[in-house]
């Protein structure tokens, strides 16, 4: 089984409507993270949480908000979802340590706003 | 300015070439540099941490040019299966702990027999 689950892996929705991604891990790691990425952009950051109670704003966090239900659970919402959050969605968790950790990514939620 | 910067390609290369990829960082402070690896309509995996020292992993090598902020990676006798896109991924807010990953948008290897 895979050890970064994300579901649904695929989702068309409409202007408007509120959708929920989410994502499990059995890593046993705290740090989990939430990406979008988009032609030519690469991946950016739109939230992050170090454990159950820390929450961090990423690079691009407007429109959405995050729920760290579990050290496994962490849930990526749209509130009202509009065409330009059209995009690949990647969980990613990562242990703690220094000098850099290696991410470990979830196969990704392709998500269309119509 | 993009906070890490990569030519998107595609690289196009024969079997058996090798191919080198540039990435530049615009922050002094970073601390840390990888290359990952994302296959078509894949997640990104960890391709290989790049040391100060340079690194090697088989037919893969990894430089780090801090004066001049770039890092690099060298393909050498390429498979097909190297076909890919390869990011380049710094931590860049001065705290290799916290674990923050900036990503250049990637750049595209197409090997071809």
């Known amino acids: 089984d895979a050890d970064v689950t994300q579901t649904p892996r695929n989702r068309i929705t409409k202007t408007g409507k509120r959708i929920m991604l989410e994502c499990s891990q059995t890593?046993?790691?705290?740090?989990m993270y939430w990406y979008r990425q988009d032609p030519g952009l690469g991946l950016r950051l739109i939230y992050y949480s170090f454990d159950v109670k820390d929450i961090n704003k990423g690079e691009i966090s407007d429109g959405y908000s995050v729920s760290r239900q579990a050290q496994a659970k962490f849930s990526l919402s749209l509130e009202s979802a509009i065409p330009n959050q059209t995009a690949l969605y990647f969980c990613?968790?990562?242990?703690f340590g220094p000098g850099g950790v290696e991410q470990y990514f979830g196969p990704g939620t392709r998500l269309t706003v119509t | 300015r993009k906070e890490v910067e990569q030519d998107p390609g595609p690289f196009n290369v024969p079997e058996g070439a090798t191919v080198a990829f540039n990435c530049t960082y615009s922050n002094s402070a970073s601390q840390s540099f990888f290359w990952y690896r994302q296959d078509c309509r894949k997640e990104p995996k960890l391709l290989m941490s790049v040391y100060s020292s340079g690194n090697e992993d088989g037919r893969f090598t990894a430089q780090l040019n801090r004066a001049s902020q770039y890092i690099s990676l060298l393909i050498r006798d390429s498979k097909l299966s190297d076909s890919a896109t390869y990011l380049c991924?710094?931590?860049?807010?001065?705290?290799?702990?916290?674990?923050?990953?900036?990503f250049g948008q990637g750049t595209t290897l197409q090997v071809k027999p």
């Open positions: 890593k046993g790691h705290d740090r």
């Open positions: 991924v710094v931590i860049s807010d001065g705290s290799s702990n916290t674990g923050k990953l900036i």
């Open positions: 990613a968790t990562s242990d």
